[in-house]
């Protein structure tokens, strides 16, 4: 039925702006009578950072900024949904025209800049289906104009530890000023130090809410070996590896649009985001479960980032250009895997070619 329409509205949204676009279809998604999706095969389950979660496919963050469709997303087949990036006080970004399509490449740039309807409008839709079931995290960043970013992201974590499934820091959008800077070691140190302590203020009254810490790809290694070790003495849940890259790989065939600034992701981005999540398993040693997310656009990509060391994949660019029934079409692909390998748990194959992508050429 949705892949249905799905191919009769396809051509439609891709006539329109990029933003109007995804406009419509988060209109569209607040109001299909969706039917819950068929429970899914149990070999797909993972449990990581403590919750259950059905399948390892999750939407990634960017899509349903307002946490206006998590509920939506679940139905569709998605085993978790991260709603934001939300800001403490709304925000408008940067001005449009900042979503560009690649079509030829298979790739989006963006320069969005978090526009966000801040954070009292996201806590009051998390707060009302905080008992619905389901993993919906959020993910949650500084305002631009913030005096002090670190305690934009304390505060957030007060309000939404109690109603999210878990807690992304994003300091990985190239999107605002000075963001990514939050990823030196001195600067990460003092944020995740705060933002633990605030995690743990919460927790007394609202039991554990996981932490994980969204990165870019485009750290050098001696970057993430700094990374790494402060986001295993600072004892987060997990990382998520990553967010879009501010490089264009040569071979881009869109040459106009690739000068656009932003961050860039969908199939362009598979190499590198694949090779950084490998560098990251190895250097984490198991402390805790990865998220891979980066130009996921099939069932072999997304095995790829389990083997390459992820317990858990999020996508969101190749929706643009194949539709939701790429979760149906990974989940296959994801079973007919276990099956070859006659495994019962996806956790058996989690980092089982990291020494090899680490011991290839770097992606160009
Ligand atoms: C239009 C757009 C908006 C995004 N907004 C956010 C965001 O608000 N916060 C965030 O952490 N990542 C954001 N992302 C990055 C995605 O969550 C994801 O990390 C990245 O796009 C790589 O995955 P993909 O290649 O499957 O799209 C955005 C991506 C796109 C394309």
Redesign the pocket.
């Known amino acids: 039925m949705i892949g249905l329409f799905e191919r009769l509205a396809q051509p439609f949204l891709h006539a329109l702006d ?1 933003e109007d676009a ?1 406009s419509l279809t988060i209109k569209m998604l607040t109001c299909a009578p969706l039917p819950r999706s068929a429970g899914d095969d149990k070999r797909l389950a993972v449990r990581a950072f403590g919750l259950n979660f059905p399948n390892p496919i999750g939407m ?4 349903d ?1 307002n946490a206006e469709v998590p509920d939506a997303l679940l139905r569709l087949g998605f085993g978790f949904v ?1 709603a ?2 939300v800001t403490p006080l709304p925000q408008r970004g940067n001005p449009r025209p900042r ?1 560009f399509r690649l079509n030829a490449d298979r790739g ?1 740039i ?1 320069r ?1 800049g ?1 526009n966000s309807q801040g954070a009292e409008a996201v806590l009051r839709r998390l707060a009302a289906r905080a008992n619905a079931g389901g993993i919906v995290g959020i ?1 949650i ?1 500084a305002n631009k104009d913030t005096a002090d970013r670190v305690a934009d992201y304390v505060r957030l974590i007060e309000r939404f530890a109690p109603v999210a499934s878990y807690v ?1 820091i ?1 300091i ?2 190239p999107n605002t000023p000075g963001l990514r800077d939050l990823q030196q070691a001195k600067a990460l140190d003092d944020l995740l130090a705060r933002v633990i302590d605030a995690r743990e203020r919460v927790t007394r009254r609202a039991g554990p809410t996981p932490v994980l810490l ?1 990165i870019a790809p485009d750290l050098s290694l001696a970057e993430l070996d700094d990374v790494v070790g402060i986001a295993r003495a600072r004892r987060v849940d997990g990382m ?1 590896v ?3 890259t501010v490089t264009r790989p040569a071979n881009l065939r869109e040459t106009g649009k690739a000068k656009e600034a932003g ?1 860039l ?3 362009p ?2 190499p590198l ?1 694949t090779r950084m999540l490998g560098e990251t398993y190895v250097r984490v040693e198991s402390a805790f479960p990865l998220i891979g ?5 099939s069932g072999s990509a997304a095995l790829g980032k389990i083997r390459a060391g992820a317990s858990l994949i ?5 929706l643009v250009f194949r539709g939701l029934g790429l979760v149906a079409e990974i989940k296959s692909a994801l079973i007919a895997a276990l099956e070859r390998h006659s495994l019962d748990s996806l956790s058996e194959l989690v980092g089982a070619d990291a020494a090899a992508v680490t011991a290839e050429p770097w992606p160009g």
């Open positions: 990029p995804h990634a963050a960017g899509f900024k991260e934001g990036t979503v989006v963006n969005l978090f993910n960043g992304t994003n990985s959008s969204k998520i990553g967010n879009t961050g992701s969908g199939r981005l598979l985001a997310t980066g130009g996921i656009d999020q996508l969101y660019s190749a």
